[in-house]
């Protein structure tokens, strides 16, 4: 008798102990599937097994619309999917009108269009961006798919990437030059078509040069590329400065928005600000027109007016120094009109006589250079037999807008350089850059 109560008790501890907590306690898992009618009938709430099926209600009802469907969120509910969580169905109406806007992220405007409940969106034209490709639109960083029906007000954000420039076979010099409108100086009037002879000068690997003449004198010009806003210097533009001799030419750069291959008034000169740029000495939006002197006049005193913080001021810049060396006119030929207008920023000259105060009667003047920043003031420093030798570079990142303040710009298409003094250092003339070429930095790099 004992023997057989051991093995009914061994039995039914087998049977206890082989089953497993949750096999003993789990409990059914319930999730509640609330229907929103949007202002239809009510619709009762249901529960919902883990895995198992909702139960499509009969459609709600409401004055003076349709009912077209039940949807989780944005996106049409299928009763045939199995339910894992809890959820709210909101029930969508004919009669319901949705704003669908378009942020294009700085391309040109959409406008946004009102779309009745469960309807489609149109897909608007391909947006434009300088400098990136459209990738599509997108909606809570999904790309949006235009076969959805809209259910609520909606914002599609325009999704860009950086677009990618192919330099196979590009030069790293410049292609073309767009302009030249020199200011007085010594050496314009010297070849019968100065924008010719700059075209000639400038383009390539060039070793000839192009002076702008005194402040505002400007050369632009492009390359068979954009030039790319990369990490440090982008650009480097050669002149023929040597120590003590430094002048100063300003650069300013423009994007083609409209790809039409030249710059257009609509599209913004951008400054490279150098060392400086934010010094109180320095002038900005300064403005000056030189006249041709009248007939029977001395050609190499030119009549100015400036303007300087609404100031209007009248004088002359003199020439007459230089007679025994340039003896031609310094005021262009090559305007038909009697004046010229610049503006533009100003720099204070760094410019003085070393011989001042020696007793000597030969001044000798000295430009030393400025910091950083511009054109024609510290190639020499480069190391001589190298790409750079002559060079100052130059990065993009240091731009800015006409009211001084920064731009992020990834690229741009066309570069100007203009005088930036309106220093006459007696003999030695106007202190004018002289621009011998200029190069894309990355692919001299690559050289």
Same mark, same amino acid.
């Given at each position: 008798?004992?023997?057989?109560?051991?093995?009914? &008790?061994?039995?039914?501890?087998?049977?206890?102990?082989?089953?497993?907590?949750?096999?003993?306690?789990?409990?059914?898992?319930?999730?509640?599937?609330?229907?929103? *009618?949007?202002?239809?009938?009510?619709? *009762?709430?249901?529960?919902?097994?883990?895995?198992?099926?909702?139960?499509?209600?009969?459609?709600?009802?409401?004055?003076?619309?349709?009912?077209?469907?039940?949807?989780?969120?944005?996106?049409?509910?299928?009763?045939?999917?199995?339910?894992?969580?809890?959820?709210?169905?909101?029930?969508?109406?004919?009669?319901?009108?949705?704003?669908?806007?378009?942020?294009?992220?700085?391309?040109?405007?959409?406008?946004?269009?009102?779309?009745?409940?469960?309807?489609?969106?149109?897909?608007?034209?391909?947006?434009?961006?300088?400098?990136?490709?459209?990738?599509?639109?997108?909606?809570?960083?999904?790309?949006?798919?235009?076969?959805?029906?809209?259910?609520?007000?909606?914002?599609?954000?325009?999704?860009?990437?950086?677009?990618?420039?192919?330099?196979?076979?590009?030069?790293?010099?410049?292609?073309?030059?767009?302009?030249?409108?020199?200011?007085?100086?010594?050496?314009?009037?010297?070849?019968?078509?100065?924008?010719?002879? &700059?075209?000639?000068?400038?383009?390539?690997?060039?070793?000839?040069?192009?002076?702008?003449?005194?402040?505002?004198?400007?050369?632009?010009?492009?390359?068979?590329?954009?030039?790319?806003?990369?990490?440090?210097?982008?650009?480097?533009?050669?002149?023929?400065?040597?120590?003590?001799?430094?002048?100063?030419?300003?650069?300013?750069?423009?994007?083609?928005?409209?790809?039409?291959?030249?710059?257009?008034?609509?599209?913004?000169?951008?400054?490279?600000?150098?060392?400086?740029?934010?010094?109180?000495?320095?002038?900005?939006?300064?403005?000056?027109?030189?006249?041709?002197?009248? &007939?029977?006049?001395?050609?190499?005193?030119?009549?100015?007016?400036?303007?300087?913080?609404?100031?209007?001021?009248?004088?002359?810049?003199?020439?007459?120094?230089?007679?025994?060396?340039?003896?031609?006119?310094?005021?262009?030929?090559?305007?038909?009109?009697?004046?010229?207008?610049?503006?533009?920023?100003?720099?204070?000259?760094?410019?003085?006589?070393?011989?001042?105060?020696?007793?000597?009667?030969?001044?000798?003047?000295?430009?030393?250079?400025?910091?950083?920043?511009?054109?024609?003031?510290?190639?020499?420093?480069?190391?001589?037999?190298?790409?750079?030798?002559?060079?100052?570079?130059?990065?993009?990142?240091?731009?800015?807008?006409?009211?001084?303040?920064?731009?992020?710009?990834?690229?741009?298409?066309?570069?100007?350089?203009?005088?930036?003094?309106?220093?006459?250092?007696?003999?030695?003339?106007?202190?004018?850059?002289?621009?011998?070429?200029? *190069?894309?930095?990355?692919?001299?790099?690559?050289?």
């Amino acid at each position: 008798m004992k023997i057989c109560n051991v093995f009914v &008790a061994l039995f039914l501890a087998t049977l206890f102990w082989g089953c497993t907590p949750s096999e003993i306690n789990e409990e059914p898992v319930f999730h509640t599937i609330t229907f929103d *009618a949007n202002g239809g009938t009510e619709i *009762a709430p249901q529960m919902v097994e883990d895995g198992d099926l909702a139960a499509r209600p009969e459609d709600p009802e409401q004055e003076g619309s349709t009912f077209i469907n039940w949807f989780e969120g944005n996106k049409l509910y299928d009763f045939s999917a199995p339910v894992h969580q809890s959820l709210t169905l909101s029930a969508q109406w004919t009669g319901n009108t949705y704003t669908v806007s378009f942020d294009t992220d700085g391309a040109a405007e959409i406008e946004a269009q009102v779309i009745d409940a469960g309807d489609f969106v149109t897909e608007p034209p391909v947006p434009a961006k300088y400098g990136y490709t459209f990738e599509g639109w997108k909606s809570d960083d999904e790309l949006f798919d235009f076969s959805t029906p809209v259910i609520a007000d909606l914002q599609l954000v325009a999704d860009w990437a950086r677009e990618q420039i192919d330099l196979t076979g590009k030069s790293p010099w410049i292609s073309e030059v767009l302009d030249f409108r020199p200011a007085p100086g010594q050496f314009i009037n010297k070849v019968d078509d100065e924008l010719a002879a &700059a075209k000639e000068n400038l383009v390539g690997d060039s070793h000839q040069f192009v002076s702008l003449g005194t402040f505002g004198g400007n050369v632009s010009f492009k390359f068979d590329h954009p030039i790319v806003n990369r990490e440090g210097n982008d650009l480097a533009i050669y002149g023929n400065s040597f120590e003590g001799n430094s002048e100063p030419g300003i650069v300013m750069v423009c994007q083609d928005l409209n790809g039409n291959g030249q710059p257009d008034a609509d599209e913004p000169w951008y400054e490279l600000a150098g060392s400086d740029y934010d010094l109180p000495e320095t002038t900005h939006n300064y403005e000056i027109t030189y006249y041709r002197p009248e &007939a029977g006049q001395d050609t190499h005193i030119i009549p100015y007016k400036e303007i300087i913080d609404g100031q209007e001021k009248v004088g002359t810049r003199d020439f007459t120094d230089i007679k025994p060396f340039h003896d031609q006119p310094m005021f262009p030929a090559m305007y038909t009109e009697g004046s010229v207008t610049f503006k533009g920023t100003l720099l204070k000259s760094k410019t003085y006589d070393q011989n001042e105060g020696t007793g000597s009667e030969y001044p000798f003047y000295v430009s030393p250079k400025f910091d950083w920043g511009y054109a024609d003031n510290a190639g020499y420093e480069q190391e001589r037999g190298s790409v750079l030798a002559g060079a100052d570079v130059f990065d993009l990142s240091n731009a800015v807008d006409a009211m001084g303040n920064k731009v992020t710009l990834i690229q741009v298409d066309f570069v100007k350089v203009y005088t930036a003094t309106t220093e006459i250092a007696g003999w030695l003339g106007e202190l004018s850059p002289e621009i011998t070429k200029a *190069a894309d930095l990355s692919m001299l790099e690559q050289e």
